[in-house]
Structures are given as C-alpha cells and as structure tokens.
Nanobody, 128 residues
Framework: EIQLVESGGGLVEPGGSLRLSCQAS????????MKWVRQAPGKELEWVST????????TYSDSVRGRFTISRDNAKSTLYLQMNDLKPQDTGVYHC?????????????????????RGQGTRVTVSS
C-alpha cells in the first residue's frame, strides 16, 4: 500500500522557517520523481517543487524559488522541504506527491506537473 506521511507543519511568524518531511512507504521511493504541492484556504492545489530520483535536479514555482529547498534521502525514503523567509501567502496544507503507474487518487496537474498520489498533508500557517 502506497503511503505518504507528511510532518513538520505549524504556526510561524512571517520571515520564519519550517522544515517539512514526508515519509514514504509501499513503493520504490528511489525510482520516482517527488513533488511538494500545497493548497491554500479556498484555492486549488498548487505545485510547489519537484526533485528528480537522484536529487540532482530541482525545480520550483516562481512564488517560492529562492526561499524553499527540496531534498530527499533515498536511503530513508524521505522527502524534505526547507522553507525560509515564510510569507502569509505560503499558508496552506502541504502535501508530498508523485505520479505513479497506479496512483491512489485522480490525476491532478498544476504548473505543468502532475501527480496521482499524495499524502494527507501538514498544515502551515504564517501569521503574526
């Protein structure tokens, strides 16, 4: 059974930092590009970042580039998102996600990236 379990969210003041983690299981983590996506209150899911299987290539949405860093540890089947200089518009639920031959949900696309499996998410609130 494919499982993606996010953690690390919370309440932080503008300008603060958080590090999100996603523990993966039930599939060959080291064979899939991984993504972080988020959903702000009242809005649709939005792609945030992607990392390739080796971690060599990373891409970011314009809204987070230069502030967020995606990384992965294939030995631990874990995905990370270091978020610095957080802004109120970063508030939302953050999910790790992947596009798989047999996903756990519908195919969703944003920013030219698609996924069909994602975790329940971890909530990030940026507010003073």
């Amino acid at each position: 059974e494919i499982q993606l379990v996010e953690s690390g969210g919370g309440l932080v003041e503008p300008g603060g930092s958080l590090r999100l983690s996603c523990q993966a299981s039930g599939f060959a983590f080291n064979m899939f590009d991984m993504k972080w996506v988020r959903q702000a209150p009242g809005k649709e899911l939005e792609w945030v970042s992607t990392i390739t299987v080796t971690g060599k290539t990373t891409t970011y949405s314009d809204s987070v580039r230069g502030r967020f860093t995606i990384s992965r540890d294939n030995a631990k089947s874990t995905l990370y998102l270091q978020m610095n200089d957080l802004k109120p518009q970063d508030t939302g639920v953050y999910h790790c996600a992947a596009l798989m031959p047999r996903g756990t949900g519908p195919r969703v696309c944003s920013g030219g990236y698609c996924w069909n499996a994602r975790g329940q998410g971890t909530r990030v609130t940026v507010s003073s």
